[in-house]
């Protein structure tokens, strides 16, 4: 067993895994660019009345069968505030 970064090639599909944030837990098959994977993800959300985008960063890629898996972390830093728990539904 070796402990080799995978690689994926252009038009190979992969499967990102958020972790943190408001797509914690979530996943999204993605296409491989030139590069391979993305290093960043931007995921647009919605609050009650501005869009709000959160940064998610690459930290790791497994293979599992024939696909790739990259986990991406939010990062809070570079995240726009996320709404309070208690302000999140209309009364």
Do not use: C
Request: proline share 3%.
């Amino acid at each position: 067993m070796t402990n080799e970064q995978p690689t994926v090639a252009h038009g190979d599909e992969y499967i990102a895994i958020f972790s943190g944030g408001p797509n914690d837990g979530q996943t999204d098959r993605r296409i491989a660019t030139s590069t391979g994977w993305e290093d960043e993800v931007i995921v647009n959300g919605l609050e009650s009345t501005a869009a709000a985008e959160f940064a998610y960063k690459a930290t790791g890629a497994k293979r599992v069968g024939d696909i790739v898996h990259v986990t991406y972390v939010w990062d809070p830093k570079d995240a726009d505030d996320l709404e309070a728990t208690e302000e999140r539904y209309d009364s």
